[in-house]
């Protein structure tokens, strides 16, 4: 159980195009989703928390009008590249906390990542 | 603001020894603490949670240790093998209002058959 999937798991695209990636919750259901993004050899960061319904929230210097964050359902959470650059390029996971109380609230799943390659 | 720091950044082994992984943080205002294995270009797999009012936490041959007032844990494999080989993240939960899953910087292991 506590499965979370990311689809595409590897995209390459032209400078100058947005990229929408899909993170999905399969067995569970998440009111709470978290992106990641992670450079060559280094650890993660938080980038936004997204909630299912209302805005996200961003952490401090993620460009909001840049990195377009919907959490449309309770299983889907979308994060959207726009005029994307080199620069971009890294590698985005996404997690979800299981909101049903089976689990234990502060516990989070992950995804297996995508892999953003800027041309 | 907390911090995570992990010792070694890189680590090799002959298949077969025990192993220690450290984790330390500066605040121990913390609700748990998480260590994950991340493979080459793959997400994170959880391995062991330990609560802030827990000491330890066991799975098969992983033992996680949690000392919250040192700011301090650690990893122990035993039996090491090439199947161990990954980079080893640990992550503590923030207390407080942020909440936050704040990340180590990682330990590369590289267990030699």
């Known amino acids: 159980g506590a499965v979370v999937s990311q689809h595409p798991s590897r995209v390459i695209c032209k400078s100058g195009t947005s990229v929408k990636i899909e993170c999905r919750s399969l067995?569970?259901?998440?009111?709470?989703m978290f992106w990641y993004r992670q450079f060559p050899k280094q650890s993660l960061m938080l980038m936004a928390t997204?909630?299912?319904?209302?805005?996200?929230?961003?952490e401090q210097g993620v460009e909001k009008d840049k990195f377009l964050i919907n959490h449309a359902s309770l299983t889907l959470s979308t994060l959207t590249v726009t005029s994307a650059h080199p620069e971009d390029s890294s590698f985005y996971i996404c997690?979800?906390?299981?909101?049903?109380?089976?689990?234990?609230?502060?516990?989070?799943?992950f995804g297996p990542g995508t892999r953003l390659t800027v041309l | 603001k907390q911090e995570v720091t992990q010792i070694p950044a890189a680590l090799s082994v002959p298949e077969g020894e025990n192993l220690v992984l450290n984790c330390s943080f500066t605040d121990s205002a913390i609700y748990n603490l998480q260590w994950f294995r991340q493979d080459p270009g793959k997400g994170l797999t959880s391995l062991l949670l330990i609560q802030s009012s827990q000491r330890e936490q066991t799975s098969g041959r992983l033992n996680a240790s949690l000392d919250k007032s040192s700011g301090r844990s650690t990893l122990y494999i035993a039996a090491s093998q090439p199947g161990d080989s990954a980079t080893y993240l640990c992550?503590?939960?923030?207390?407080?209002?942020?909440?936050?899953?704040?990340f180590g910087t990682g330990t590369l292991l590289a267990v030699q058959p």
């Open positions: 067995d569970f259901q998440a009111t709470t």
């Open positions: 997204s909630n299912e319904g209302s805005k996200a929230t961003y």
């Open positions: 997690s979800a906390r299981d909101s049903s109380g089976r689990r234990s609230y502060n516990e989070q799943f």
């Open positions: 992550a503590v939960r923030d207390g407080g209002a942020t909440n936050k899953l704040i």
